[in-house]
């Protein structure tokens, strides 16, 4: 059995499938329009218009597994190496980047302290919308350790 994947993690799989189905749907589209276009335009007959709408629909299902399997096959390698970049490959402590031992994710809500002088200078005051010197306003927070 695999490792068990958080839910950030199987909702961007999701997400990528259904970007790989829809684009492949399109371009598949497209290739059947492309290659069906000459039937409709009263070039082919007979037999000939059965052949074209039979190379169309092959050329269909082509780009459609073809798109499928490139974007799939790109976003799990990305995945892979995303991976790799995380883990710590350094036994004798953290690199300067990683100050924690850990890696930092995507999105980890990384704190700065802004200066009193600075933040009164750019318009911010102490006690203005309830913020101190030592927080700087986080508009849309609404976790008071953010």
């Known amino acids: 059995m695999g490792r068990v994947r958080a839910r950030a993690e199987r ?3 999701t997400v990528e499938m259904v970007f790989a189905a ?3 749907a399109l371009m598949a589209a497209a290739g059947f329009v492309a290659v069906i276009t000459p039937v ?3 070039v082919f007959h007979g037999e000939a218009r059965k052949g074209c709408f039979t190379v169309a629909v092959i050329v269909a299902a082509a780009l459609f597994c073809g798109r499928v399997a490139i974007t ?3 976003f799990e390698r990305q995945n892979r190496l995303r991976e790799v970049d995380l883990t710590p490959d350094q ?3 953290p690199g300067p980047a990683e100050p924690s031992g850990r890696p930092d994710a995507v999105g ?3 704190r700065v302290r802004v200066p009193h002088q600075r933040r009164a200078a750019a318009g ?3 006690g203005e919308a309830g913020g101190s010197p ?3 306003s986080q508009p849309g927070r609404t976790n008071p350790d953010s």
């Open 11 to 13: 909702d961007a799989v």
């Open 22 to 24: 829809v684009t492949g």
């Open 40 to 42: 409709f335009c009263g």
């Open 72 to 74: 799939l096959r790109r």
């Open 91 to 93: 036994p004798d402590g």
């Open 108 to 110: 980890s809500g990384v």
């Open 124 to 126: 911010g005051a102490e």
């Open 134 to 136: 030592d927080q700087p």
